[in-house]
């Protein structure tokens, strides 16, 4: 049964409690728990979202990488509003970010991308460019470039790829109840710290 969420247990800031709610999907051995939900718009509103990893965070908020030529990038460039969702849907739990995306400094990118191993970092090449391809050929074609090229040696960061950061204005947690009262509590960053308060279900 799930855990009743209550405002006396909540932590007074947001990353602690997203760190507790992180561990706990963790533990409870969940497929990929730090995928999300990214959603974006473009200036004239169009809006488009799509799965990805959250790759680390603090309290300056959470941060994803990403080619720079995708629609999700290109989207940023325009309207940097964006929402994460974190479905751990077989906990009954979830948490909607509010906020907004800025490309994090080169240095930061590129001390991420030496920490991944070399296969990871040579499919960051096959996919930077974006775009449509013609076949699953030409992909595994385009990929055994990449692997002859960088045989050798380290693989580079691509310039045209790298890390953004969600500084969140909203982060809600939702707990599942099973009488349909769900427990909704959002945090709003004020200028003195965070604004705790209960949403209706």
């Known amino acids: 049964m799930p855990i009743e ?21 963790q533990a409870a051995g969940m497929l990929h728990p ?37 629609l999700t990038a290109r989207q940023l460039d325009e309207n940097p509003q964006v929402s994460l969702l974190f479905p751990w849907l077989a906990l009954e739990k979830q948490v909607k970010v509010g906020g907004t995306a800025v490309k994090i400094p080169k240095t930061e990118s590129l001390r991420y991308f030496a920490s991944r191993h070399k ?34 040696g380290q693989v580079p960061m691509p310039d045209a790829w790298g890390g953004y950061r969600v500084a969140p204005q909203t982060v809600e947690f939702w707990q599942g109840q099973p009488d349909g009262l769900h427990d909704r509590f959002v945090y709003v960053r004020k200028d003195a710290g965070w604004e705790v308060s209960r949403l209706m279900p």
């Open 5 to 25: 969420l209550n405002r006396q247990t909540l932590k007074n800031n947001p990353f602690e409690q997203f760190e507790l709610w992180l561990q706990a999907a």
């Open 34 to 70: 730090a995928a999300m939900s990214v959603a974006t718009a473009s200036a004239a509103g169009a809006v488009s979202s799509r799965m990805m990893m959250l790759r680390y965070f603090d309290k300056r908020g959470f941060v994803f990488f990403s080619s720079y030529a995708t």
């Open 119 to 152: 296969e990871s970092q040579m499919g960051v090449w096959l996919a930077h460019d974006g775009g449509v391809v013609s076949s699953k050929a030409l992909l595994q074609t385009k990929l055994a470039e990449i692997k002859r090229k960088f045989r050798e």
